[in-house]
């Protein structure tokens, strides 16, 4: 069998994008994408790869989505005035604005910010029909059921619902209901899927991670404030300790964005880009160890 190499590629919403400039990059550099596995807008980017093989292709269709008036009217615009009037984390800090803002409202009156049918009108504007397991790239999304509280790998089934799960982030888009399992979003449970990618047969994996840290520290103003706190730690905890299996890590230079800020589209898939060459020499000498390491397990003759 064939040595395989894999793309792990994170959450993030708008920083996400970076990843385009990463997947530029290899295909630049002759190193090819035998297997993608992504979480919530990394999966998304991954799926359109997977699906058309060309990156230039996958960038011309996202830059018609963003200049779409689905997208426009899709409220992400709203999340990130609101973050800036009241502070980095409105989404993560309901405290910030509890009594009085309409995001509050429509949080604790529906199940989710945006309603679901224009979620899914945005979504297949986006995202080509068809299903995962006849993409041309090997290809996985993970989710969170919240009924089992498992990871969820999905590799099989039609694409739509599949991507439109691993991006349902909670309170702000709806749960996917699929095969009995409650879905959101992958980044709750597996920022990063880089054991999904070696699950899938990838023999070295580049794993891509646009999240943020956990910031700086603030005196907590409350309890409340004390428990994101916490919730921020143990998530950043867990995705640091999934991305040790990976053989590269990248951090494209786009953690201080806004996660609902798809502004500057460009700006971020050159940051992907820029992230890839500074680390090429380093990926070119992981991937001549690891595939020695591999032909010297074949030749290991039997005890």
Known sequence: MSFRVGVALGGGAARALSHVGVIEGLEAHGIGVDIITGTSMGAVIGSLYAEQGDIAAVRSQIDAYLASEAFKRSRLAFMRDKDAQEGEGIFWRFSQFSRKTYFYWISISRRAFVPEEMA????????????????????????????????VVLDRGEILPAMMATCALPGILHPVQIEGKLLVDGGWINAVPVETAIGLGADFVIGVDVSRTIGEFEEPASGLDIVFRCDTISRYALSTEKLRRADIVLTPEVRHLHWADFSNAEEVIRKGREELERNIDAIRRALRRARMRRLFRRRKPDG
Request: aromatic share 6%; charged share 40%.
């Open 120 to 151: 899914r009108k945005n979504f297949e504007l986006l995202v080509k029909k068809g299903k995962l397991e006849d993409l041309k790239i090997p290809f996985a999304a993970v989710a969170l059921d919240i009924v089992s509280g498992k990871e």
